[in-house]
C-alpha cells in the first residue's frame, strides 16, 4: 500500500463515526478495489503513475464495467491528489456518500483518556 493510500484509509476509517463503514479490498466478482463502502455500493481507487499506460488504463476500464454492472459507483484519484490535497478527496468522496461533511480525525487532545466518570 502507497503512503498516499494509507493516508486515504486513515481518513476513510473515520467515516465510520458517520456511519460509513469502508473496508480495505474486499472482492467484487474477482476484482479487488482499494477501497469499498458496501452499504452505499462506492468503490474509491487510488491510481499510481501506471495506471497511465494503455494496458492498465484499458483494464480499469473494464473493471468499472463489471463494478458499474455490480451497482458500484467507482471514484478515481491519482495519488498526487491525495497527497497534495486530501481534503478535497474526502470532500468528493462524502458528497458521494450523500454527507454533507466529512468527519476531521481528532485531536490528540480530544481524544477519551478516561472512562465517563474521570476515571
Avoid: N
Avoid at 493510500?5 to 473515520?14: F, Q, S
Avoid at 480495505?24 to 463502502?37: G, H, N, V
Avoid at 483494464?59 to 495519488?79: H, I, K, M, N
Amino acid at each position: 500500500m502507497s503512503v498516499q493510500e494509507v493516508r486515504l484509509w486513515v481518513r476513510l476509517r473515520t467515516l465510520k463515526a458517520d456511519g460509513f463503514h469502508f473496508r480495505r479490498q474486499a472482492p467484487i466478482l474477482s476484482f479487488y478495489p482499494d477501497f469499498i463502502c458496501l452499504s452505499r455500493r462506492l468503490v474509491v481507487e487510488v491510481d499510481g503513475a501506471h495506471h497511465e499506460e494503455l494496458e492498465q488504463v484499458e483494464f480499469d476500464a473494464r473493471r468499472d464495467q463489471v463494478f458499474a454492472r455490480e451497482g458500484f459507483q467507482t471514484l478515481r484519484f491519482p495519488t498526487r491528489a491525495v497527497h497534495e490535497d486530501i481534503d478535497a478527496v474526502m470532500d468528493v468522496i462524502c458528497r458521494a456518500l450523500g454527507a454533507a461533511s466529512p468527519t476531521r480525525p481528532a485531536t490528540r487532545a480530544t481524544l477519551p483518556t478516561r472512562g465517563r466518570d474521570g476515571t
